[in-house]
C-alpha cells in the first residue's frame, strides 16, 4: 500500500510497506534545492518520526539526476524562500538548511541515497547525511561551493573527512573538481555501484533485508554506530552496552541472569 503521494510537491513521499520513499521532484532543474524542497524535506522527515512501521527511508530523484545542488538562478534572484519561516541572521538561516539534512541522519531507521546522474553540491552534502549511499555505474558526484564563493555548510566539511578521510575530502572540496562513480567506490564514498538498469533492484533487495531485521536491534545499533563517530572508544563501549541491554528480550536476560549466578 502506498501512502501520502503528492507528485506536485517539490518532494514525494511515499510509504510502501515498511519502506517510506522520499523523491527529490524538481526534475525540470536536475532536483536543485529551492526554499520549497527544504521545508518539504522537512515535513517528510517529521511524517517518517511519527510512523514506526518505517523501517528503512530511500532517498532518490526524480528523472535523470539525484540532485544538482543549489538552484543558483533562483537564489540569485529571489533568495532562499522559506514561507513563513523567519530567520534572526544568516547563521540562523544556514543552520536550519544544515538542520534539515540532519533529520535524515537522526532518524531511527536506515536512510538509503538512492544515486543516479548527478549528485552535486547540496546532493552530495544531502547524501552524506544517509547511512547508506548506492549509485548507477553512470553517476556523477561533486561539491563544487568554493568555485562559487561559499563553504559547504550543510555538513560537507563535517561529515566528507569523517567518510573518506580528511586529505581526500580537502581534494574535493579545494578543487570542487567531479568524479565518476568507480572513483567514488575507490574512495568510500558510495557503498556500491550498479548498472543504471539494475540499481532500482538492488536497492530494493538491500532495503527489504534491512526491513527484515528486527527493528528495535537495527534502530539501537544505528545510534551506536552514530555514537561511535563523536565519541571516545570508552564512552562508546558503554553507550553500546546500555542500547544493547534495552532491547535483549526476557527469555536472554534470564539466561544472563543465570550465568551470573553461576
Not at 106 to 132: M, N, Q, R, S, T
Not at 135 to 148: G, K, R
Not at 166 to 180: N, Y
Amino acid at each position: 500500500m502506498i501512502e501520502n503521494n503528492f507528485n506536485d510537491h517539490p518532494v514525494r513521499f511515499e510509504v510502501d510497506g515498511n519502506v517510506a520513499i522520499v523523491t527529490l521532484n524538481r526534475p525540470d532543474k536536475a532536483n536543485a534545492f529551492d526554499g520549497a524542497m527544504w521545508l518539504a524535506l522537512e515535513e517528510a522527515a517529521e511524517k517518517i518520526i511519527l510512523n514506526d512501521s518505517v523501517r528503512v527511508v530511500l532517498i532518490t530523484g526524480a528523472g535523470k539526476s539525484f540532485c544538482g545542488g543549489l538552484d543558483i538562478n533562483l537564489a540569485a534572484t529571489e533568495g532562499i524562500n522559506l514561507g513563513k519561516k523567519t530567520m534572526r541572521d544568516g547563521f540562523d538561516t544556514l543552520r536550519y538548511l544544515s538542520g534539515v539534512f540532519s533529520m535524515y541522519e537522526k532518524l531511527p531507521v536506515p536512510v538509503i541515497a538512492v544515486i543516479k546522474g548527478g549528485c552535486i553540491g547540496l546532493g552530495l552534502e544531502l547524501a552524506l547525511a544517509c547511512d547508506i549511499r548506492l549509485a548507477s555505474d553512470s553517476a556523477v558526484f561533486s561539491i563544487p561551493e568554493v568555485a562559487f564563493g561559499l563553504v559547504p555548510d550543510c555538513g560537507g566539511t563535517q561529515r566528507l573527512p569523517r567518510l573518506i578521510g580528511p586529505a581526500m575530502a580537502k581534494e574535493l572540496i579545494f578543487t570542487g573538481r567531479r568524479i565518476d562513480s568507480r572513483e567514488a567506490l575507490r574512495i568510500g564514498l558510495v557503498n556500491h555501484i550498479y548498472p543504471a538498469g539494475d540499481l532500482d533492484n538492488e536497492v530494493a533487495k538491500m532495503a527489504a533485508e534491512m526491513a527484515g531485521q528486527a527493528p528495535a536491534v537495527v534502530q539501537a545499533s544505528k545510534r551506536c554506530i552514530n555514537k561511535a563517530m563523536n565519541t571516545t572508544l570508552e564512552a562508546g563501549l558503554d553507550f553500546e552496552t546500555s542500547a544493547a541491554e534495552s532491547v535483549l528480550g526476557e527469555k536472554t536476560k534470564t539466561i544472563i541472569k543465570h550465568n551470573r549466578r553461576s
